[in-house]
């Protein structure tokens, strides 16, 4: 798995509107994602994951929350995230972090509208809504 995604994630860092995070602990890897700027201080997240090995720790609250932190030091006013039915994993990570369910169409960057998705948004803009 950690081949793969590491694959996954080299293949997004040339691209200027991508942010990819990966945090290490002594050469370990431990978590990743991706953000992608849709204009105007909108940013989508995806690809969040932390090695299986890692997990329940608080390692991706804290990747999370430096990524909002640091979208908002770049002007974001907000975040989006695409969360699978049935990943509630991913749903209570996000929800720690302060992302809301919306009811709009869970639709990411490429216009790709994912039926069985629903969209959050983190407000990150002038609410400090990351402590």
Request: charged share 25%; glycine share 14%.
């Amino acid at each position: 798995m950690r081949s793969s995604y590491r694959e996954l994630l080299e293949g997004f860092v040339s691209d200027q509107g991508h942010l990819v995070l990966v945090e290490e602990d002594g050469g370990a890897w431990l978590g990743a994602l991706r953000a992608v700027s849709c204009g105007g201080g909108h940013w989508f997240v995806e690809a969040v994951e932390t090695d299986p090995g890692a997990r329940r720790r608080g390692y991706g609250s804290l990747l999370l929350r430096h990524v909002t932190e640091y979208l908002r030091s770049l002007g974001a006013s907000d975040v989006t995230c695409i969360i699978y039915g049935g990943n509630e994993a991913s749903r209570r990570l996000h929800e720690s972090c302060g992302f809301e369910v919306t009811d709009e169409d869970a639709v990411d960057p490429w216009g790709e509208c994912d039926e069985c998705g629903v969209l959050y948004r983190l407000a990150v803009g002038a609410d400090d809504n990351l402590s």
